[in-house]
């Protein structure tokens, strides 16, 4: 791509219409974005994220090399980041590339990301704009364009069955792959075991089903030929084809940068989860956060870092907790794995009690008691349903999470 070049940044407001909220521009190695002035005059304008509102209209993040990082969590990570950065041609840390290369179909939330001839002396001519906006429209390799590290692909689900979208279509699907190396056989069951058990548990989840991915129209060849079922996982920020609803991460809201790695599980605990819950959407949310971290206790889930805490906003204006997802039992696969965040200081899930909750209710608004109180009400809830994640696993992994619940002071309180 040019050493200069300019994105424009759309919003689709809840009614419908979009919205141009501002400009990523790239310099060379540098990246920065201006916030749009005619979006700040818009009557009951959509929100683009927190830090916007909390900065204002003369905010203008910039990074070199990288996005800012409300952007840069747009991005894939891991290996679908490479093979983002292999079909786009480009080294995997050149971020605007890679944002320009999967921005304009199928962002999180209701956002898109469109190559433009700037009104700058940034402006790129009008081949190379063309050049790149028709290199976008038919390789489903593209479609690794959610945030994250799974392989995965975002499809359509129809009254025909799952589809890669056409160009100017946006997935409702999230399609997870299972994991080919070793030791990592059967995620996508556990994880819908999982979402069964948080289902039936009183949390709040998309609909998921297994799928065969040779049963996808769309899809390259190697990805038809998958071994292994996958998992389809129903979109919380997808209404249709064509209607979106935002969404942000709290690892955006809290603007934490993607590097270093751990940054995601560092720079916050679970009571600042909770803290942010009930700031941005009431204390009934922040029980919803409690029950979550039981769940992931019992489970042995542990990747509830910030990524994977996100908040909707269905009215475009007013944030909600979204459904919880992503949760698997880690500790099948990951020995000697942990919470990831730290709960009244401690990481491991065996020193986790009913007390380990009654800071994050102080700090939190909602009381220590009453947080103690909905901790041991959600233990009764996911034990009560157990059994059903039997339903999903082999006996061998079944029972290695049965038999954890010995060592869980959780279970003991």
């Known amino acids: 791509m040019s050493e200069q070049a300019t994105l424009r940044l759309e919003l689709q407001a809840a009614t419908g219409p979009w919205v141009e909220v501002g400009f990523l521009r790239k310099s060379g190695s540098k990246n920065w974005f201006e916030l749009s002035e005619t979006y700040w005059d818009l009557p009951d304008r959509p929100v683009l994220g927190q830090i916007f509102e909390e900065e204002g209209r003369t905010y203008r993040p910039s990074s070199w090399v990288a996005l800012p990082h409300w952007f840069s969590h747009l991005l894939p990570e891991g290996r679908l980041r490479q093979a983002v950065a292999e079909a786009a041609h480009t080294k995997s ?62 499809v359509l689900a129809d009254d025909r069955g799952l589809t890669v979208p056409a160009k100017g279509e946006a997935g409702n699907v999230i399609l997870k792959f299972p994991d080919g190396r070793a030791g990592f056989s059967g995620v996508p069951e556990a994880e819908l075991g999982c979402i069964e058990l948080a289902r039936l548990s009183g949390l709040r989840t998309p609909a998921a089903r297994l799928w065969q991915p040779s049963e996808v129209t769309g899809l390259e060849e190697w990805a038809r030929r998958t071994s292994g079922m996958a998992l389809a996982v129903d979109r919380f920020d997808r209404l249709t084809s064509s209607r979106r609803v935002h969404m942000e991460e709290l690892a955006q809201i809290m603007n934490v940068p993607t590097k270093p790695d751990g940054a995601k599980y560092q720079r916050a605990n679970f009571e600042t989860v909770a803290m942010h819950a009930s700031a941005l959407s009431g204390l009934d949310s922040v029980g919803e956060v409690i029950d979550r971290i039981v769940l992931n206790v019992i489970i042995g889930n542990g990747d509830a870092h910030l990524k ?83 339903d999903h696993l082999t006996r061998e992994q079944y029972g290695i999470l049965t038999k954890r619940h010995s060592t869980l002071a959780l279970l003991a309180s």
């Open 93 to 154: 840390m050149h971020e605007f590339d890679l944002l320009a290369r999967i921005g304009q179909d199928d962002l999180p939330g209701a956002l898109r990301a469109t190559i433009v001839n700037s009104p700058t002396d940034l402006s790129i001519p009008p081949e190379r704009a063309m050049e790149a906006a028709d290199a976008c429209r038919v390789d489903p390799l593209l479609k690794f364009s959610l945030a994250g590290a799974q392989l995965k692909f975002s």
């Open 308 to 390: 994977n805490w996100a908040f909707l906003y269905p009215d475009g204006r007013i944030p909600i907790l979204s459904p919880v997802y992503d949760i698997l039992p880690t500790v099948l696969y990951v020995p000697n794995d942990d919470l990831g965040l730290k709960l009244d200081g401690e990481r491991r899930f065996e020193a986790i009690t009913l007390q380990s909750f009654v800071r994050l209710g102080e700090r939190s608004g909602y009381g220590g008691d009453l947080a103690a109180q909905r901790a041991g009400d959600a233990v009764e809830k996911v034990m009560g349903n157990w059994r059903s994640l039997g």
